[in-house]
């Protein structure tokens, strides 16, 4: 009797001790949900981290990455994170207006960064910094950002002026400062999910978009779009952010791993993005589905006149001083 009592004993103190040691704890999950391909800049950034974080931390973080909108659509997305639904999230620059957060909308302003330097002042210095901190009262940590690349338009129409999309039906993202952008052009701008836009191409809800030619080539865009203009006109990035009460409350040991993996996983998306682009690019060409037409530099400027003056449009909306700085770090000339 005595025997079976002292196992017994034994046994529920061995369980207990795996249950209450760090050691067998369950490992600590982050839910990583995005809205674009796996083989794109972000979705390859977003594997990389994965693969870091696990290792860094020896298995006692597990990090699922849930691409291609799987799992939220951008604006839900959103709403998961402050909710702690999800615990990290890459969205574009452009869809944190909704949020409250207009400045960031300064990323959108059409030629404002002239390429991938200038936009680095802001992203990788004080500027990028500042309006990263502007998230926190909103729940949310800003921990980086992440490249992908310029944007070009596209529609079964040839593009050669900025009159060219004038009446056009073009989706963009949650952004005023896109919907003013296609308002210069006298086109009609149609904010749309991601997740939406091959089909809304493919049915003629909308007649166009923009986008960085490694979102266009990887939704299968130049299926349904026979005309592409190079036209860089404005930059599309992310931040990464996370659900600040979840990252405030994580051990500081395994917070200080997760920090190192992802300053590793930014240098390889900021590495990657570039190069990815021009493979799509590539692609692209390759599909003989849509023809790729490259401007001209006095092509270019007048889309550039075209939509300069947006900014000034926009300044009260994204903040004067946020402009200034910007165009103080990049060394902007109209
Ligand atoms: C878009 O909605 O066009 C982009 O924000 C998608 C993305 O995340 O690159």
New binding site residues.
């Given amino acids: 009797m005595f025997q079976t009592v002292a196992k017994t004993l034994v046994a529920l103190t061995i369980s207990t001790a795996l249950l209450v040691s760090p050691a067998f704890a369950e490992p600590i999950s982050i839910k990583f949900s995005?809205?674009?391909a796996v083989d794109?800049p972000?979705g390859q950034a977003a594997e990389f981290f994965k693969k870091r974080a696990e290792e860094l931390t020896a298995g006692k973080v597990k990090v699922e990455v849930y691409p291609n909108s799987q799992l939220y659509k951008?604006k839900e997305e959103m709403e998961a994170l402050q909710l702690g639904a999800v615990q990290m999230l890459?969205?574009?620059l452009?869809?944190f207006g909704p949020l409250g957060a207009k400045e960031f909308e300064v990323f959108d302003l059409p030629f404002i960064f002239n390429n991938d330097a200038d936009l680095h002042k802001v992203t990788q210095g004080p500027a990028g910094q500042a309006l990263l901190a502007k998230l926190e009262p909103k729940g949310i940590k800003g921990l980086a950002y992440w490249d992908?690349g310029f944007k070009s338009f596209s529609a079964n129409t040839p593009i050669k002026t900025p009159e060219d999309l004038k009446g056009k039906k073009l989706r963009i993202?949650s952004s005023k400062v896109l919907e003013e952008q296609m308002r210069a052009l006298k086109a009609l701008p149609q904010v749309m999910?991601?997740s939406e836009?091959y089909q809304a191409l493919q049915t003629g809800v909308v007649d166009g978009t923009e986008?960085?030619i490694s979102?266009f080539y990887t939704q299968k865009m130049h299926e349904v779009q026979k005309y592409l203009t190079i036209t860089d006109h404005g930059y599309?990035g992310?931040a990464v952010i996370v659900n600040k009460k979840f990252w405030e409350e994580l051990p500081a040991d395994i917070r200080g791993q997760l920090e190192t993996a992802m300053k590793e996983a930014t240098d390889y998306a900021n590495s990657i993005a570039k190069d990815k682009n021009m493979k799509d690019l590539e692609a692209v060409k390759a599909s003989g589905k849509t023809e790729v037409t490259v401007l001209t530099d006095a092509e270019r400027a007048a889309f550039k006149a075209a939509l300069v003056p947006v900014h000034e449009k926009m300044a009260s909306r994204i903040g004067k001083e946020t402009i200034d700085t910007v165009y103080q770090a990049v060394g902007f000339t109209k």
């Fill in positions: 995005h809205v674009v794109t972000k951008d890459a969205p574009s452009a869809k992908n993202q999910p991601f836009v986008n960085p979102n599309l992310y």
